[in-house]
């Protein structure tokens, strides 16, 4: 897939306020500081697309983006907040399990996780959550370029078991590096592939 043109939208705080469903949507989500506007960018082939926060969980709505005029790429909160208001905390969970449990036009979810780091509770609490709802996803690795093949192989393994502890087969994995562009195509062809099969 080539991006011809990549457009921002708005932010919208919940769920009614976002645009009228009808193009596909591909959200991308995970653990605050997993690299999201980085990859955002680099699947976009912009560098400011998406804003790169210093500070982790700078995401505070739900970002829309319309890609090739086709389909939108989602950029919702993270959920891994702990510097945050409680209160703060409630509204982004209720804005992320609404756009996830009602939003029609969602063709598949993103799940962000950095393979340098081991898998964390809130990861495996999102993904099975996401089993629950029924609401299609695949995963993404991040950061890739900072690990040797060996030792990135060891702790995909890790996060692999650490999935099939709930899960009886794993979901399609894809790994990426915004560094060295890597996973690009892969990421782009997946969602071509989606949405030629909802045509």
């Known amino acids: 897939?080539?991006?011809?043109?990549?457009?921002?939208?708005?932010?919208?705080?919940?769920?009614?306020?976002?645009?009228?469903?009808?193009?596909?949507?591909?959200?991308?989500?995970?653990?605050?500081?997993?690299?999201?506007?980085s990859l955002l960018n680099m699947l976009c082939g912009r560098k400011d697309l998406?804003?790169?926060s210093k500070t982790?969980?700078?995401?505070?709505?739900?970002?829309?983006?319309?890609?090739?005029?086709?389909w939108y790429l989602v950029d919702l909160p993270g959920y891994g907040y702990a510097k945050r208001a409680k209160s703060m905390r409630k509204s982004f969970s209720k804005m992320i399990t609404d756009y996830f449990m009602y939003r029609e036009t969602l063709a598949c979810s993103f799940v962000l996780i950095d393979v340098n780091v081991p898998p964390r509770d809130n990861d495996m609490d999102?993904?099975?959550w996401l089993g629950?709802?029924?609401?299609?996803?695949?995963?993404?690795?991040?950061?890739?370029?900072?690990l040797s093949n060996a030792k990135q192989e060891d702790s995909i393994a890790t996060i692999q078991a650490?999935?099939?502890?709930?899960?009886?087969?794993?979901?399609?994995?894809?790994?990426?590096s915004s560094a060295h562009r890597i996973g690009r195509e892969e990421v782009l062809g997946f969602i071509e592939g989606v949405n030629s099969s909802m045509v």
């Open 1 to 37: 897939m080539e991006i011809k043109s990549a457009n921002y939208i708005g932010s919208y705080p919940t769920l009614d306020k976002c645009p009228k469903p009808g193009l596909p949507e591909f959200a991308f989500i995970g653990r605050s500081n997993v690299g999201k506007s």
């Open 56 to 70: 982790p969980g700078k995401t505070l709505a739900i970002n829309y983006y319309l890609i090739n005029y086709e």
């Open 126 to 128: 999102f993904i099975n």
């Open 132 to 146: 629950e709802a029924a609401a299609p996803f695949v995963i993404a690795y991040t950061k890739s370029d900072k």
């Open 50 to 52: 998406a804003h790169v």
């Open 162 to 176: 650490k999935i099939l502890e709930s899960w009886e087969t794993l979901p399609q994995q894809f790994i990426t």
